[in-house]
């Protein structure tokens, strides 16, 4: 392959919680031939988040391909990886191409991608404020809209933005992160409205704080207090969120769209 790399390496996967025996036995259905398997893309795919949900819709019996800015040492069997740095077009289109050259025209995609870069706002500089919001955000808008063409011939797509319960609630030293989350919901539910009569879904998953790298950036004593203010009286896991987005791309979501499914242990609740 050119640009893609599938890596037969038997990498150990991410922990993953266990699956209940009805879940277990739904995923041991037999994937479908390979014409009819959908394609998804994932951006940020390589860790975290956006591993757990390729994984999940690699076993949901899709084809699966993940983008990140640096390539990974090792992926589990099964995913295909291209470099697409959401910040940058040319690369965007530049891996839409390699997907479409290679293993066919994407109809899931998950734009998951994302950064912080914290701070009170009267520290925080212009630049703080747009770099984030243009990879949150922008970049949800630019793969997200070269993602569309393909599905409208298909006349099927499922778009999926990771947005978060702070882009409602707010929170001290993420105005710049809050903007590009609460952002993605006004354009989740714009794409919704442009595109619904092509039947493609576009809908939002709001993850509250979940046991990634991003989260263990803010230290100790910060996620003690998150905790604390979360009913169900944990962080999440990646797995929490990916079983959301699986139902989203599945056909049992066909009648969804516009809509923001919060995955935080009820921490936004009301919000
Ligand atoms: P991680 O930092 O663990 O992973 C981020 C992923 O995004 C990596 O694969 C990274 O790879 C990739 N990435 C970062 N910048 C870019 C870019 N410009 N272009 C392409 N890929 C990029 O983050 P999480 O898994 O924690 O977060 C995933 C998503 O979930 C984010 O949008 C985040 O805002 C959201 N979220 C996370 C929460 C949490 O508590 N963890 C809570 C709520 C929402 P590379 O660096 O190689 O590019």
Not at 108 to 122: K, Y
Not at 262 to 267: R, S
């Amino acid at each position: 392959m050119n640009v893609l790399r599938r890596d037969d390496d038997p990498a150990p996967r991410p922990t993953r919680q266990p699956r209940r025996p009805a879940q277990e036995q739904r995923k041991q259905r037999q994937a479908p031939p390979e014409e009819d398997q959908r394609i998804a893309f994932v951006t940020g795919g390589t860790r975290g988040i956006g591993l757990a949900c390729a994984l999940e819709l690699l076993e949901d019996g899709h084809r699966v391909v993940v983008g990140s800015r640096n390539r990974p040492d090792r992926l589990p069997e099964g995913l295909a990886w291209v470099p697409c740095d959401v910040t940058d077009p040319k690369q965007i289109d530049a891996a839409f191409d390699a997907i479409e050259a290679e293993v066919g025209p994407v109809t899931i995609l998950v734009a998951n991608a994302g950064i912080t870069n914290d701070g009170l706002v009267l520290r925080m500089s212009d630049d703080d404020f747009t770099s984030v919001v243009d990879a949150n955000l922008g970049g949800a808008f630019r793969v997200a809209k070269r993602s569309i063409r393909p599905m409208m011939k298909k006349r099927w797509g499922r778009i999926i933005f990771i947005s978060s319960v702070v882009g409602a609630m707010g929170q001290t030293g993420q105005a710049n992160y809050a903007a590009s989350k609460a952002g993605l919901v006004g354009l989740g539910r714009s794409l919704a409205r442009e595109f619904a009569s092509r039947n493609i879904t576009v809908n939002l998953v709001a993850p509250g704080p979940i046991e990634t790298d991003m989260l263990d950036a803010l230290g100790d004593d910060t996620k003690a207090a998150i905790v604390e203010a979360v009913p169900l009286g944990r962080v999440g896991t990646p797995d929490d969120v990916a079983a959301a987005v699986g139902f989203l791309a599945s056909d049992g979501a066909a009648y969804i769209t516009g809509a923001t499914i919060p995955v935080d242990g009820g921490l936004g609740m009301g919000g």
